[in-house]
Each structure stands twice: as C-alpha cells, then as structure tokens.
C-alpha cells in the first residue's frame, strides 16, 4: 500500500511538471548554454594556469656564450614563447603598451665581461694563496657590472614579476658558477671535469595524485561538474513554485486529510526531482565528452569514473530538493519562492566555487565556501575526475550532502505541522 501510494505522489508530480514544460525546457537548456559560454570564456585562462606558453620579447644583444645559454633554458621551460624581431625601443613599447606581459634585453659583451671579471678574481684568488696563475693573463681592473633588463607590462601582478626575476637570476648565478669553477681548474691545472648536468640538490616533486591527471583542473573538468551542479540545484525554483501552487490551489489540504502521510509526498517529489537531475547531469556530460573536441576545447574523460559520477549527483540532487522542499514549504506565494529561490542558488553557486573555483579566491573566501552544499559536491566531483578516488575518498561530501537533504527535510515536516496544528 505504502508503495502505491508512493508511486501516485510519483504520478502527481509528472502532471505538476507536464503543466509547466517552458520551466522544465528553461532548466534543461539555460545550464547548456552556461556551461558552452562560460567554458570557452574560460578556457584561456585555465590553460595560463596549466602553464601554457607566454610569449615574452628577447633581445639578444650579447649574441654569446652567455645570452645563449640564457636563451636556450628560456626555450626549454614550459613558461615561455620567446619573440625575437624586435629592438630595445619597439620592445619598451610593445611592452608598456600592454601588448606583450615583458621583454628581457641581454646587453652587448656580457659573455666577455663576465669572463674577465671571473678571470681577474680567480687571478687575485690565486695570488693569495702564494700560487703562481697563468702568467700569460694580464691583471686589469674588474669590468663594470652588466645589467640585463626586464620590462614588464605595468598591469603585470608583483607575483609574475618576481618569478621571472628569480628565473633569470637563477639562470645567470649558474653560469657565473659554472664559468668560475672552470676558471679555477684553469688556472689551478686540474683535470677532473665539471659535470655541469649534475647538481648536489635537486628537487622533486611529489603530488597526491594517481594516474596521469593533474590536481589543477582544466577549463572542462571544472565547469562540467560546476555547471552541472548549478543545473541541479536550480531545480529548487520549479519544485518551491509546485509547492506553492499546491497550496494556494488546496492540493495540500487535500494531502493533509488522506491517509498517506505527508513524507510520502516528500518522497514522490524527490523521486522525480532526482530524475531530471540525473537527465540534467547525462546531457552536461554529453556536451564534455562529444560537443566540445569540435569547439576546440578538452573532451570531457569520464572513463571508469561514469558510477562514481552518477552516485556524487545523486546525493547533490537530495540536496537541492531538500533545499527547494524547504523553501516552498517556507514561502507562501510564488513572488517569495521564485525569486529567492533563484537568488540563493546564485549566492550559493558564487561562494561554493560554480563561476570562479575555489583556489582562485582569497583565503577568506575559500573558508566561506566550505559552508556551500554545492562546494561539498564539487569537492566529490574533483575527488573523482583529478584524483581518481572511489566512492570511499568522497565519502565525507556524500554524508554532508545527505545531512542537509535530511535535515532540510526534517525542518519542513516540523514546519508544515506546526502551521496545520490544530
């Protein structure tokens, strides 16, 4: 009996949601076109953080052992793209005029500077310790010190700047090394040979990752699952409007004074609201995996994560019916559901991550975003798609998730019979 009468609240809400198709159409399409806009919007600015290439301005002045070596490590990291058809004052002004983020000028004779300054301090080194140096060299005074300058964009943030100084001075410091411990072999007559590949410290990297994915999201992997979980929680508008309508058209009175008791509604309706999540979440992947490789973004991979996935937007659909039972059992017309349900799916959407992710945001916000039901699904959905964790890596969001659905739930059933006590 309990079951049929589940399946009759089931019923009921189809014939709510038949009644209201240009809403059910407005839930299914706005998202689509959200997660296309925003995901091409995006994507420049995801690849930037991957590490794509930035093209930088080189002017090679010295054209030597030095600007070449400088060159070459430049053209070998994963930052750069280096332009070299420019002179120091087409550069000074393609740089201040924000065309270009910055330009690195090697001065002339670098390489030969660097040199003698090396060569007269070994010299004097030498002398010191009573040893005889080469006598064909002859002692002069050390060279001025070279300059290589760097002009940056005045846009450019402080962080980028002095990353790229402490590139460049890491390079140059490697070469002065290098050029004095051969200085010294030179003139103390060694054999031995520098290795120069090899460093006494290395660093390695080591990332809580399995596989080959990266922790840091591209463009697909976060606004797939960001908008879809915007899609799902959108929901609570049709379903706190349904619920309004319900009772201003005596739908609830007549539920009120039936047998079935008033969870069984609540039941049907999440039955049915949980089915347009999951059509929701099939058609946000459908556009990941065949529609964006032809709009020259990443394909969404879901291989062997599709049953994680699905679980994840299971328990973040409870939690946006849970929201959008509340709210319409709350609200007594459809001018206080509608629009407040719409705004507090934005607010939670803005703080939770949905439009600019969560490591992006200063450390306040991302705080503040631990109290977002859709930050606790997005954290699950990266959990799988970055990390391949299981359903036991994400279990913490699940329970969270089902909390609030049970505890929206529990605050509505509380609601609604202390408004109908008689």
């Known amino acids: ?3 049929y009468k589940l399946w009759r609240s089931f019923i009921k809400e189809i014939l709510l949601l038949k009644r209201d198709i240009g809403g059910i159409v407005i839930i299914f399409v706005m998202p689509l076109l959200l997660i296309v806009t925003i995901t091409l919007i995006q ?29 070459a490590e430049l053209e070998n990291s994963k930052t750069f793209q280096l332009l070299t058809n420019f002179n120091e004052k087409s550069a000074q002004d393609a740089v201040f005029s924000g065309d270009y983020q910055m ?10 500077d660097l040199n003698s300054n090396i060569d007269s301090k070994v010299q004097t080194i030498v002398s010191s310790f009573g040893l005889e140096g080469d006598s064909a060299k002859v002692k002069t005074a050390a060279p001025k010190a070279k300059e290589i300058h760097l002009y940056f964009d005045p846009a450019t943030n402080a ?25 010294f072999q030179d003139q103390l007559g060694t054999t031995e040979k520098l290795d120069e590949n090899k460093n006494l410290i290395s660093f390695k990297e080591i990332t809580p990752k399995k596989g080959k994915m990266d922790v840091m999201p591209n463009s697909v992997q976060h606004n797939v699952p960001a908008w879809t979980l915007f899609a799902i929680f959108f929901i609570v508008v049709p379903l706190s409007i349904n619920l309004v309508k319900e009772k201003s058209q005596g739908t609830s009175v007549r539920a009120r004074i039936s047998p079935t008791p008033y969870f069984v509604h ?40 599709m049953s994680q996935l699905i679980i994840v937007t299971l328990f973040a659909g409870l939690a946006a019916i849970g929201f959008g039972v509340l709210l319409g059992t709350i609200a007594d017309t459809q001018e206080q559901s509608a629009p ?31 109290f977002s ?46 408004q109908n006590a008689v």
């Open 340 to 370: 407040f349900g719409a705004t507090s799916v934005v607010v939670l959407a803005a703080i939770g991550g949905i439009w600019v992710p969560v490591f992006l945001m200063p450390e306040f916000m991302q705080t503040v975003a631990k």
């Open 43 to 71: 994507d420049s600015t995801f690849k930037n953080l991957e590490g794509s290439k930035i093209p930088i301005i080189f002017i090679d002045q010295d054209k030597s052992e030095v600007s070449k070596n400088i060159k």
């Open 159 to 183: 962080g980028f700047k002095n990353s790229v100084m402490n590139s460049v001075n890491k390079m140059v410091f490697e070469i002065e090394n290098k050029k004095i411990y051969k200085a």
């Open 103 to 112: 330009a690195i000028v090697i001065p002339e004779n670098l390489t030969k």
């Open 1 to 3: 009996m309990l079951l």
């Open 373 to 418: 039901p859709m930050n606790w699904g997005l954290n699950a959905y990266y959990d799988i798609i970055l990390r391949n964790s299981g359903i036991g890596g994400v279990a913490q969001e699940l329970i969270l998730l089902f909390l609030f659905y049970l505890a929206t739930v529990a605050i509505s059933i509380f609601y609604e019979k202390k």
């Open 266 to 305: 609540i039941l049907g309706k999440t039955f049915t609201y949980l089915i347009i999540c999951m059509i929701q979440f099939l058609l946000m992947v459908a556009v990941g995996i065949y529609l964006f490789p032809y709009m020259d973004l990443p394909a969404f991979d879901v291989s062997g994560k």
